[in-house]
Protein backbone atom coordinates (compact mmCIF):
# COMPACT_ATOMS: atom_id res chain seq x y z
CA UNK A 1 0.00 0.00 0.00
CA UNK A 2 2.92 2.61 1.02
CA UNK A 3 4.52 2.67 -2.51
CA UNK A 4 5.26 6.34 -2.80
CA UNK A 5 8.59 7.96 -0.57
CA UNK A 6 6.23 11.11 -0.15
CA UNK A 7 3.61 9.17 2.10
CA UNK A 8 6.56 8.50 4.91
CA UNK A 9 7.91 12.00 4.51
CA UNK A 10 7.74 15.33 6.16
CA UNK A 11 8.05 18.70 4.44
CA UNK A 12 9.53 21.71 6.08
CA UNK A 13 8.14 24.97 4.31
CA UNK A 14 10.44 27.79 3.92
CA UNK A 15 9.82 31.05 3.70
CA UNK A 16 13.19 32.52 2.14
CA UNK A 17 12.94 36.18 3.35
CA UNK A 18 12.85 35.38 6.75
CA UNK A 19 14.83 31.78 7.50
CA UNK A 20 18.29 33.28 7.49
CA UNK A 21 20.38 36.07 6.02
CA UNK A 22 24.13 35.16 5.42
CA UNK A 23 25.27 38.76 3.54
CA UNK A 24 23.99 41.29 6.01
CA UNK A 25 21.18 42.90 4.41
CA UNK A 26 18.24 41.88 6.35
CA UNK A 27 16.46 39.56 4.22
CA UNK A 28 17.30 35.86 4.43
CA UNK A 29 18.53 33.89 0.91
CA UNK A 30 19.80 30.73 -0.70
CA UNK A 31 23.35 30.69 1.25
CA UNK A 32 21.68 31.00 4.73
CA UNK A 33 19.09 28.19 4.12
CA UNK A 34 22.32 26.02 2.87
CA UNK A 35 23.92 27.01 6.33
CA UNK A 36 20.74 25.63 8.24
CA UNK A 37 20.31 22.05 6.30
CA UNK A 38 21.44 20.64 9.36
CA UNK A 39 19.02 21.70 11.56
CA UNK A 40 16.50 20.46 9.23
CA UNK A 41 18.11 17.15 9.13
CA UNK A 42 18.79 16.81 12.73
CA UNK A 43 14.71 17.41 12.52
CA UNK A 44 14.30 14.65 10.44
CA UNK A 45 12.43 16.09 7.32
CA UNK A 46 12.41 14.55 3.58
CA UNK A 47 11.87 17.93 1.89
CA UNK A 48 11.40 21.57 2.23
CA UNK A 49 9.07 23.72 0.02
CA UNK A 50 10.81 26.78 -1.13
CA UNK A 51 8.24 29.63 -0.89
CA UNK A 52 9.13 31.96 -4.49
CA UNK A 53 12.72 32.74 -5.01
CA UNK A 54 12.38 33.63 -8.48
CA UNK A 55 13.22 36.71 -9.93
CA UNK A 56 10.56 39.01 -8.79
CA UNK A 57 9.46 43.07 -7.76
CA UNK A 58 8.45 41.11 -4.43
CA UNK A 59 5.09 43.00 -4.75
CA UNK A 60 3.15 39.63 -2.99
CA UNK A 61 6.98 38.42 -1.59
CA UNK A 62 7.77 36.95 -4.63
CA UNK A 63 4.28 35.19 -5.75
CA UNK A 64 4.36 37.49 -8.70
CA UNK A 65 6.90 36.39 -11.19
CA UNK A 66 9.38 38.03 -13.58
CA UNK A 67 11.68 35.23 -14.43
CA UNK A 68 10.90 31.97 -13.84
CA UNK A 69 14.54 30.50 -14.96
CA UNK A 70 16.31 32.74 -12.65
CA UNK A 71 16.68 33.58 -8.56
CA UNK A 72 16.33 36.79 -7.86
CA UNK A 73 19.54 38.82 -7.02
CA UNK A 74 17.98 39.41 -3.00
CA UNK A 75 17.73 35.89 -2.28
CA UNK A 76 21.61 34.90 -4.68
CA UNK A 77 21.90 33.30 -7.87
CA UNK A 78 20.83 30.60 -9.76
CA UNK A 79 24.38 28.70 -8.63
CA UNK A 80 23.43 28.62 -5.05
CA UNK A 81 19.99 27.46 -6.21
CA UNK A 82 21.71 24.61 -7.68
CA UNK A 83 24.21 24.07 -4.97
CA UNK A 84 21.41 24.21 -2.67
CA UNK A 85 19.46 21.01 -4.74
CA UNK A 86 23.24 19.24 -4.18
CA UNK A 87 24.00 20.17 -0.44
CA UNK A 88 20.41 18.89 1.00
CA UNK A 89 20.34 16.06 -1.64
CA UNK A 90 23.28 14.92 0.40
CA UNK A 91 21.38 15.09 3.55
CA UNK A 92 18.23 13.13 2.17
CA UNK A 93 16.35 16.36 1.65
CA UNK A 94 14.24 17.40 -1.39
CA UNK A 95 13.90 20.54 -2.95
CA UNK A 96 10.08 21.30 -3.86
CA UNK A 97 9.73 25.00 -5.89
CA UNK A 98 7.24 26.88 -5.68
CA UNK A 99 5.59 27.64 -8.97
CA UNK A 100 3.25 30.46 -9.48
CA UNK A 101 1.34 29.62 -12.47
CA UNK A 102 -1.80 31.22 -12.18
CA UNK A 103 -0.23 35.17 -12.79
CA UNK A 104 3.19 36.28 -13.63
CA UNK A 105 4.33 39.60 -12.27
CA UNK A 106 3.34 42.81 -14.23
CA UNK A 107 7.11 43.14 -15.12
CA UNK A 108 7.64 39.55 -16.57
CA UNK A 109 8.30 40.11 -20.45
CA UNK A 110 5.42 38.64 -21.48
CA UNK A 111 3.28 41.01 -20.09
CA UNK A 112 5.29 43.93 -21.04
CA UNK A 113 4.86 42.35 -24.50
CA UNK A 114 1.34 41.59 -24.21
CA UNK A 115 0.57 45.57 -23.75
CA UNK A 116 2.26 46.52 -26.36
CA UNK A 117 -0.40 45.64 -29.23
CA UNK A 118 -3.54 43.45 -29.33
CA UNK A 119 -1.57 41.73 -32.44
CA UNK A 120 1.40 41.27 -30.18
CA UNK A 121 2.20 37.42 -29.81
CA UNK A 122 2.37 37.55 -26.43
CA UNK A 123 -1.07 39.63 -25.96
CA UNK A 124 -2.97 35.91 -26.08
CA UNK A 125 -0.76 35.10 -23.20
CA UNK A 126 -3.04 37.16 -20.13
CA UNK A 127 -6.43 37.78 -20.12
CA UNK A 128 -8.09 41.02 -21.73
CA UNK A 129 -11.39 42.46 -22.53
CA UNK A 130 -12.56 45.85 -24.71
CA UNK A 131 -14.28 48.16 -22.36
CA UNK A 132 -14.76 51.79 -21.29
CA UNK A 133 -12.65 53.07 -18.41
CA UNK A 134 -14.80 53.36 -15.25
CA UNK A 135 -16.75 50.45 -16.94
CA UNK A 136 -15.54 47.35 -15.32
CA UNK A 137 -16.23 43.39 -17.30
CA UNK A 138 -17.67 42.49 -14.28
CA UNK A 139 -17.87 43.34 -10.46
CA UNK A 140 -15.29 41.01 -9.42
CA UNK A 141 -12.95 41.69 -6.09
CA UNK A 142 -9.40 41.12 -6.18
CA UNK A 143 -8.46 39.04 -3.39
CA UNK A 144 -5.84 42.20 -2.52
CA UNK A 145 -8.96 44.74 -2.47
CA UNK A 146 -10.18 46.77 -5.32
CA UNK A 147 -11.24 45.31 -8.55
CA UNK A 148 -10.12 42.25 -10.41
CA UNK A 149 -9.90 44.17 -13.17
CA UNK A 150 -7.23 47.00 -14.65
CA UNK A 151 -7.29 49.37 -17.15
CA UNK A 152 -5.01 49.77 -19.94
CA UNK A 153 -5.58 52.99 -21.31
CA UNK A 154 -3.16 52.56 -25.01
CA UNK A 155 -5.22 49.77 -25.34
CA UNK A 156 -8.16 50.31 -24.11
CA UNK A 157 -8.80 47.24 -22.49
CA UNK A 158 -8.86 46.03 -19.36
CA UNK A 159 -6.82 43.31 -17.88
CA UNK A 160 -7.96 40.36 -15.26
CA UNK A 161 -5.95 40.30 -11.94
CA UNK A 162 -7.55 37.83 -9.36
CA UNK A 163 -4.42 39.29 -6.81
CA UNK A 164 -2.67 42.65 -6.82
CA UNK A 165 -2.51 44.91 -10.08
CA UNK A 166 1.14 43.60 -10.39
CA UNK A 167 0.02 40.00 -10.43
CA UNK A 168 -2.10 39.60 -14.30
CA UNK A 169 -3.34 36.40 -14.64
CA UNK A 170 -2.30 33.98 -17.25
CA UNK A 171 -4.74 32.76 -20.13
CA UNK A 172 -4.45 29.14 -19.72
CA UNK A 173 -6.77 28.67 -22.56
CA UNK A 174 -4.05 29.44 -24.85
CA UNK A 175 -1.77 26.40 -25.75
CA UNK A 176 1.58 28.40 -26.28
CA UNK A 177 1.18 29.31 -22.67
CA UNK A 178 0.86 25.81 -21.43
CA UNK A 179 3.43 24.53 -23.50
CA UNK A 180 6.08 27.79 -22.04
CA UNK A 181 5.21 26.35 -18.78
CA UNK A 182 5.49 22.75 -19.49
CA UNK A 183 9.36 23.33 -20.55
CA UNK A 184 9.33 25.78 -17.64
CA UNK A 185 8.89 23.26 -15.14
CA UNK A 186 10.74 20.23 -17.12
CA UNK A 187 13.98 22.53 -16.80
CA UNK A 188 14.03 22.88 -13.30
CA UNK A 189 13.43 19.22 -12.94
CA UNK A 190 16.75 18.99 -15.21
CA UNK A 191 18.05 21.24 -12.28
CA UNK A 192 17.09 18.45 -9.61
CA UNK A 193 14.08 20.04 -8.12
CA UNK A 194 12.54 16.88 -6.20
CA UNK A 195 8.86 18.32 -6.56
CA UNK A 196 6.58 20.85 -6.67
CA UNK A 197 3.94 23.60 -4.99
CA UNK A 198 1.61 24.84 -7.26
CA UNK A 199 0.20 28.02 -5.68
CA UNK A 200 -3.91 28.64 -6.20
CA UNK A 201 -3.80 26.16 -8.86
CA UNK A 202 -7.46 25.87 -8.77
CA UNK A 203 -7.96 29.44 -10.35
CA UNK A 204 -6.32 28.60 -13.23
CA UNK A 205 -8.96 27.95 -15.41
CA UNK A 206 -10.85 30.83 -14.36
CA UNK A 207 -13.75 32.20 -16.76
CA UNK A 208 -14.07 35.95 -15.86
CA UNK A 209 -17.54 36.82 -18.17
CA UNK A 210 -19.18 33.97 -15.87
CA UNK A 211 -17.40 34.61 -12.71
CA UNK A 212 -16.07 31.34 -12.09
CA UNK A 213 -12.74 31.86 -10.81
CA UNK A 214 -12.23 28.67 -9.19
CA UNK A 215 -12.68 25.00 -10.44
CA UNK A 216 -13.40 26.02 -14.12
CA UNK A 217 -14.31 23.21 -16.31
CA UNK A 218 -10.86 22.89 -18.30
CA UNK A 219 -9.21 22.55 -14.38
CA UNK A 220 -8.78 18.80 -14.61
CA UNK A 221 -7.77 18.47 -18.49
CA UNK A 222 -5.03 21.04 -17.88
CA UNK A 223 -3.85 19.43 -14.91
CA UNK A 224 -3.60 15.90 -16.33
CA UNK A 225 -1.95 17.48 -19.30
CA UNK A 226 0.69 19.29 -17.25
CA UNK A 227 1.30 16.05 -15.67
CA UNK A 228 1.97 14.04 -17.97
CA UNK A 229 3.80 16.74 -20.17
CA UNK A 230 6.37 17.12 -16.35
CA UNK A 231 5.93 15.33 -12.92
CA UNK A 232 5.37 12.09 -14.81
CA UNK A 233 8.91 11.88 -15.61
CA UNK A 234 10.20 11.84 -12.79
CA UNK A 235 9.58 10.60 -8.93
CA UNK A 236 8.92 13.97 -7.18
CA UNK A 237 6.27 15.09 -4.50
CA UNK A 238 3.67 17.62 -6.17
CA UNK A 239 0.83 19.25 -4.03
CA UNK A 240 -1.41 21.87 -5.40
CA UNK A 241 -3.04 24.56 -3.90
CA UNK A 242 -6.61 24.16 -3.77
CA UNK A 243 -8.82 26.45 -1.50
CA UNK A 244 -12.00 25.45 -3.65
CA UNK A 245 -11.75 21.47 -3.13
CA UNK A 246 -14.11 19.57 -1.75
CA UNK A 247 -13.07 15.61 -1.32
CA UNK A 248 -14.56 14.29 -4.85
CA UNK A 249 -11.94 16.91 -6.07
CA UNK A 250 -9.22 16.09 -4.24
CA UNK A 251 -9.72 12.29 -5.20
CA UNK A 252 -8.71 13.62 -8.76
CA UNK A 253 -6.11 16.06 -7.78
CA UNK A 254 -4.64 13.02 -5.79
CA UNK A 255 -5.25 10.42 -7.52
CA UNK A 256 -2.75 7.37 -6.45
CA UNK A 257 -2.79 6.65 -10.39
CA UNK A 258 -0.77 9.97 -10.44
CA UNK A 259 -2.41 11.68 -13.46
CA UNK A 260 -2.70 14.82 -11.46
CA UNK A 261 -0.40 15.75 -7.86
CA UNK A 262 0.69 13.00 -5.40
CA UNK A 263 -1.58 15.78 -2.80
CA UNK A 264 -3.19 18.90 -2.10
CA UNK A 265 -3.93 21.74 0.60
CA UNK A 266 -7.32 21.59 0.81
CA UNK A 267 -8.63 24.79 3.84
CA UNK A 268 -12.11 23.63 4.83
CA UNK A 269 -10.56 23.21 8.56
CA UNK A 270 -8.81 26.75 8.27
CA UNK A 271 -12.31 28.42 7.62
CA UNK A 272 -13.33 27.72 10.79
CA UNK A 273 -12.95 30.60 13.59
CA UNK A 274 -14.67 33.12 10.90
CA UNK A 275 -17.79 34.24 10.96
CA UNK A 276 -20.01 32.24 7.99
CA UNK A 277 -20.01 33.49 4.34
CA UNK A 278 -17.87 36.58 6.17
CA UNK A 279 -13.76 37.16 4.68
CA UNK A 280 -11.07 36.24 7.06
CA UNK A 281 -11.05 39.08 9.28
CA UNK A 282 -14.60 38.78 10.34
CA UNK A 283 -13.31 36.64 13.16
CA UNK A 284 -15.46 33.81 15.38
CA UNK A 285 -14.49 31.61 18.02
CA UNK A 286 -13.45 28.04 16.50
CA UNK A 287 -16.00 25.71 16.48
CA UNK A 288 -14.15 22.43 17.63
CA UNK A 289 -16.32 19.74 17.17
CA UNK A 290 -16.90 20.91 13.41
CA UNK A 291 -13.33 21.11 13.55
CA UNK A 292 -13.12 17.40 14.63
CA UNK A 293 -15.83 16.24 11.85
CA UNK A 294 -14.17 18.29 8.84
CA UNK A 295 -10.56 16.52 9.72
CA UNK A 296 -12.29 13.57 9.61
CA UNK A 297 -14.00 14.09 6.57
CA UNK A 298 -11.01 14.28 4.63
CA UNK A 299 -9.14 11.30 6.79
CA UNK A 300 -12.03 9.26 5.80
CA UNK A 301 -13.22 10.25 2.35
CA UNK A 302 -9.51 9.78 1.09
CA UNK A 303 -8.23 6.62 2.29
CA UNK A 304 -7.16 4.33 0.14
CA UNK A 305 -8.04 6.43 -2.96
CA UNK A 306 -6.28 10.13 -2.42
CA UNK A 307 -3.77 11.71 0.06
CA UNK A 308 -3.84 14.38 2.11
CA UNK A 309 -1.67 17.14 3.26
CA UNK A 310 -1.71 17.71 6.73
CA UNK A 311 -1.10 21.51 7.88
CA UNK A 312 -2.06 23.65 10.63
CA UNK A 313 0.55 26.48 9.17
CA UNK A 314 2.32 28.31 5.93
CA UNK A 315 3.19 31.81 4.93
CA UNK A 316 -0.71 33.02 4.44
CA UNK A 317 -1.72 31.68 8.17
CA UNK A 318 -1.38 33.05 11.67
CA UNK A 319 1.01 30.77 14.35
CA UNK A 320 -1.38 27.70 14.97
CA UNK A 321 -0.50 28.12 18.63
CA UNK A 322 -1.63 31.48 18.97
CA UNK A 323 -4.80 30.59 16.67
CA UNK A 324 -6.37 27.66 18.70
CA UNK A 325 -3.39 26.69 20.90
CA UNK A 326 -2.39 28.83 23.89
CA UNK A 327 0.37 31.25 23.85
CA UNK A 328 0.95 31.92 27.20
CA UNK A 329 4.15 31.70 29.07
CA UNK A 330 2.33 28.37 31.19
CA UNK A 331 1.00 26.51 28.22
CA UNK A 332 2.53 27.54 24.40
CA UNK A 333 4.47 24.73 24.70
CA UNK A 334 2.65 22.39 25.81
CA UNK A 335 -0.58 23.21 23.61
CA UNK A 336 1.74 23.97 20.64
CA UNK A 337 2.86 20.01 21.55
CA UNK A 338 -1.02 18.87 21.84
CA UNK A 339 -1.56 20.50 18.47
CA UNK A 340 1.63 18.61 16.65
CA UNK A 341 0.20 15.51 18.00
CA UNK A 342 -3.17 15.29 16.44
CA UNK A 343 -1.89 16.78 13.00
CA UNK A 344 1.09 14.04 12.93
CA UNK A 345 -0.73 11.46 14.05
CA UNK A 346 -3.46 11.16 10.84
CA UNK A 347 -3.19 9.31 7.49
CA UNK A 348 -1.18 11.93 4.93
CA UNK A 349 1.82 13.96 4.25
CA UNK A 350 2.68 16.53 7.29
CA UNK A 351 3.94 19.86 6.33
CA UNK A 352 5.96 21.88 9.34
CA UNK A 353 6.55 25.86 8.37
CA UNK A 354 9.57 27.60 9.74
CA UNK A 355 9.42 28.10 13.88
CA UNK A 356 6.32 25.74 14.01
CA UNK A 357 8.29 23.42 15.83
CA UNK A 358 9.55 25.81 17.85
CA UNK A 359 6.03 26.94 19.01
CA UNK A 360 6.75 30.91 17.31
CA UNK A 361 3.43 32.72 18.12
CA UNK A 362 1.66 36.04 16.51
CA UNK A 363 2.75 39.82 17.00
CA UNK A 364 1.13 42.53 17.75
CA UNK A 365 2.86 45.31 15.95
CA UNK A 366 1.67 48.64 15.25
CA UNK A 367 0.60 49.15 11.79
CA UNK A 368 3.23 50.93 9.63
CA UNK A 369 5.13 47.82 11.25
CA UNK A 370 3.45 45.17 8.99
CA UNK A 371 4.71 44.86 5.77
CA UNK A 372 1.84 42.39 3.83
CA UNK A 373 0.20 43.69 0.78
CA UNK A 374 -2.90 42.27 2.37
CA UNK A 375 -2.32 43.52 5.66
CA UNK A 376 -1.80 46.93 4.15
CA UNK A 377 -4.77 47.19 2.25
CA UNK A 378 -7.55 45.46 4.41
CA UNK A 379 -5.97 48.72 6.72
CA UNK A 380 -6.77 50.91 4.64
CA UNK A 381 -9.95 49.02 3.41
CA UNK A 382 -11.62 48.79 6.65
CA UNK A 383 -10.89 51.93 7.90
CA UNK A 384 -12.28 53.78 5.36
CA UNK A 385 -15.16 51.93 5.20
CA UNK A 386 -16.00 53.13 8.82
CA UNK A 387 -14.41 49.63 11.06
CA UNK A 388 -12.22 51.60 14.05
CA UNK A 389 -8.33 51.06 14.39
CA UNK A 390 -9.41 49.22 17.44
CA UNK A 391 -11.92 46.48 15.48
CA UNK A 392 -9.02 45.80 12.38
CA UNK A 393 -6.16 45.39 14.54
CA UNK A 394 -7.79 43.21 16.43
CA UNK A 395 -8.37 41.10 13.02
CA UNK A 396 -4.79 41.90 11.93
CA UNK A 397 -3.40 40.93 15.26
CA UNK A 398 -5.34 37.43 14.69
CA UNK A 399 -4.84 36.67 10.96
CA UNK A 400 -2.55 39.13 9.59
CA UNK A 401 0.17 36.80 7.30
CA UNK A 402 2.53 39.02 8.56
CA UNK A 403 2.28 36.65 11.97
CA UNK A 404 3.85 34.07 9.91
CA UNK A 405 6.52 36.09 8.51
CA UNK A 406 8.63 37.35 11.35
CA UNK A 407 12.25 36.42 10.83
CA UNK A 408 12.97 32.76 12.52
CA UNK A 409 14.26 32.73 16.30
CA UNK A 410 17.45 30.73 15.46
CA UNK A 411 19.09 31.98 18.97
CA UNK A 412 18.70 34.52 21.91
CA UNK A 413 21.37 37.13 20.30
CA UNK A 414 21.11 40.01 18.87
CA UNK A 415 18.51 40.50 16.22
CA UNK A 416 17.30 36.49 16.93
CA UNK A 417 20.74 35.05 14.63
CA UNK A 418 18.94 35.89 11.95
CA UNK A 419 21.17 38.83 10.20
CA UNK A 420 23.71 41.31 11.33
CA UNK A 421 21.92 43.72 9.53
CA UNK A 422 18.28 45.45 9.65
CA UNK A 423 15.76 42.77 9.57
CA UNK A 424 13.39 43.79 6.45
CA UNK A 425 10.49 43.07 9.14
CA UNK A 426 10.65 43.41 13.43
CA UNK A 427 11.40 40.12 14.86
CA UNK A 428 9.40 39.19 17.61
CA UNK A 429 10.50 39.77 20.68
CA UNK A 430 9.90 36.69 22.38
CA UNK A 431 12.84 35.19 20.82
CA UNK A 432 14.85 35.94 23.82
CA UNK A 433 13.12 32.90 25.14
CA UNK A 434 11.58 31.52 22.04
CA UNK A 435 14.46 30.15 20.17
CA UNK A 436 16.17 27.36 18.51
CA UNK A 437 19.05 27.35 20.00
CA UNK A 438 17.72 26.63 23.66
CA UNK A 439 15.55 23.71 22.48
CA UNK A 440 17.58 21.46 20.89
CA UNK A 441 20.11 21.76 23.85
CA UNK A 442 16.18 21.12 26.35
CA UNK A 443 15.22 17.61 26.10
CA UNK A 444 11.60 18.34 26.80
CA UNK A 445 11.28 21.38 23.94
CA UNK A 446 8.91 21.25 21.59
CA UNK A 447 11.79 21.16 18.67
CA UNK A 448 12.25 17.76 20.15
CA UNK A 449 8.86 17.17 20.00
CA UNK A 450 8.59 17.93 16.62
CA UNK A 451 11.65 15.37 16.32
CA UNK A 452 10.36 12.91 18.22
CA UNK A 453 6.89 12.61 15.96
CA UNK A 454 8.92 12.60 13.13
CA UNK A 455 11.02 9.92 13.83
CA UNK A 456 7.85 7.75 15.18
CA UNK A 457 6.26 8.13 11.17
CA UNK A 458 9.36 6.60 9.68
CA UNK A 459 9.11 4.07 12.58
CA UNK A 460 5.40 3.13 12.45
CA UNK A 461 3.86 2.01 9.24
CA UNK A 462 0.50 2.00 11.11
CA UNK A 463 1.33 5.94 11.09
CA UNK A 464 1.38 6.06 7.76
CA UNK A 465 -1.79 3.41 6.06
CA UNK A 466 -3.55 3.08 9.46
CA UNK A 467 -7.18 4.31 8.58
CA UNK A 468 -8.38 7.04 10.73
CA UNK A 469 -11.69 6.53 12.77
CA UNK A 470 -12.64 9.82 14.74
CA UNK A 471 -13.74 8.67 18.84
CA UNK A 472 -15.99 11.10 20.92
CA UNK A 473 -17.03 13.16 17.62
CA UNK A 474 -19.77 14.95 19.97
CA UNK A 475 -17.20 15.62 23.29
CA UNK A 476 -16.43 19.60 23.52
CA UNK A 477 -13.47 19.36 24.64
CA UNK A 478 -11.19 15.86 23.99
CA UNK A 479 -9.61 14.86 20.53
CA UNK A 480 -9.48 11.59 19.76
CA UNK A 481 -8.71 8.99 17.06
CA UNK A 482 -7.75 5.61 16.22
CA UNK A 483 -5.26 4.92 13.17
CA UNK A 484 -5.54 0.67 12.61
CA UNK A 485 -4.08 -1.79 10.43
CA UNK A 486 -4.35 -5.45 9.96
CA UNK A 487 -1.60 -5.90 12.82
CA UNK A 488 -1.29 -2.76 14.71
CA UNK A 489 -3.37 0.14 16.21
CA UNK A 490 -2.52 3.49 17.33
CA UNK A 491 -4.62 5.59 19.41
CA UNK A 492 -4.36 9.50 20.30
CA UNK A 493 -5.85 11.12 22.65
CA UNK A 494 -6.04 14.95 23.30
CA UNK A 495 -7.57 17.29 25.86
CA UNK A 496 -7.57 20.45 23.55
CA UNK A 497 -8.55 22.83 25.85
CA UNK A 498 -7.11 24.84 29.15
CA UNK A 499 -9.08 22.73 31.42
CA UNK A 500 -8.28 20.12 32.64
CA UNK A 501 -10.90 17.24 31.52
CA UNK A 502 -12.45 13.14 32.55
CA UNK A 503 -11.07 11.28 29.90
CA UNK A 504 -14.03 9.74 28.86
CA UNK A 505 -12.07 7.16 26.03
CA UNK A 506 -11.74 4.17 27.61
CA UNK A 507 -9.21 0.95 26.57
CA UNK A 508 -7.99 -1.93 28.11
CA UNK A 509 -5.15 0.45 29.14
CA UNK A 510 -2.40 -2.85 29.94
CA UNK A 511 -2.68 -3.81 25.75
CA UNK A 512 -0.91 -0.25 25.01
CA UNK A 513 2.10 1.29 25.48
CA UNK A 514 2.50 4.92 25.68
CA UNK A 515 4.62 6.40 22.70
CA UNK A 516 4.78 10.20 23.30
CA UNK A 517 2.99 12.59 25.45
CA UNK A 518 3.63 16.18 26.72
CA UNK A 519 2.68 15.57 30.19
CA UNK A 520 5.52 14.91 32.84
CA UNK A 521 3.42 14.15 35.49
CA UNK A 522 -0.06 12.77 35.58
CA UNK A 523 -0.35 9.44 35.60
CA UNK A 524 -3.90 8.74 35.82
CA UNK A 525 -4.99 7.37 32.60
CA UNK A 526 -8.70 8.25 33.42
CA UNK A 527 -7.74 12.23 33.33
CA UNK A 528 -6.40 14.98 31.10
CA UNK A 529 -4.62 17.95 32.12
CA UNK A 530 -5.21 20.85 30.10
CA UNK A 531 -3.82 20.65 26.81
CA UNK A 532 -2.47 16.39 27.81
CA UNK A 533 -1.98 14.91 24.64
CA UNK A 534 -1.11 10.99 24.18
CA UNK A 535 0.00 8.69 21.27
CA UNK A 536 -0.23 4.96 22.29
CA UNK A 537 0.49 1.72 20.01
CA UNK A 538 -1.44 -1.45 21.03
CA UNK A 539 1.21 -4.03 22.36
C1 LIG B 1 -1.26 31.94 -2.51
C2 LIG B 1 0.04 32.22 -1.81
O1 LIG B 1 0.23 31.28 -0.81
C3 LIG B 1 -0.04 33.64 -1.33
O2 LIG B 1 1.03 33.97 -0.47
C4 LIG B 1 -0.10 34.55 -2.52
O3 LIG B 1 -0.29 35.87 -2.10
C5 LIG B 1 -1.25 34.16 -3.45
N1 LIG B 1 -1.34 32.77 -3.66
C6 LIG B 1 -1.07 34.82 -4.80
O4 LIG B 1 0.01 34.23 -5.47
Known sequence: MNNKWWKNTVVYQIYPRSFQDSNGDGIGDLEGIIERLDYLQELGIGAIWLSPVCKSPQDDNGYDISDYQDVDPMFGCLDDMERLIVEAKKRDIRIMVDLVLNHSSDEHPWFIEAKKSKDNPYHDYYVWRDGVEGVYPTDQRATFGGPAWDWVPELGQYYYHQFSVKQPDLNWENPKVREEIYSMICWWMDKGAGGFRLDVIDQIAKVPDEKITCNGPRLHEFLQEMSRETFQKGDLITVGEAWGSTPELAKLYSNPDGSEFSMVFQFEHIG???????????????????????LAKWQNELYGCGWNSLFWNNHDLPRIVSRWGNDSEVYREKSAKMLATILHGMQGTPYVYQGEELGMTNVRYSIDEYRDIETVNVYRERTGQGYSHEDVMTSIYAKSRDNARTPMHWDAGENAGFTTGTPWMKINPNYVSVNAAEQMGREDSVFNYYKALIALRKRYPVLVDGRFELLAPEHPQIFAYTRTTEDAQLLVICNFFGEEVSNTIDFEWSDYELLLTNETENTDPGVLKPYEARMYLRK
Do not use: E, H, I, T
Open 272 to 294: LDQQPGKDKWDLAPLDFVRLKAV
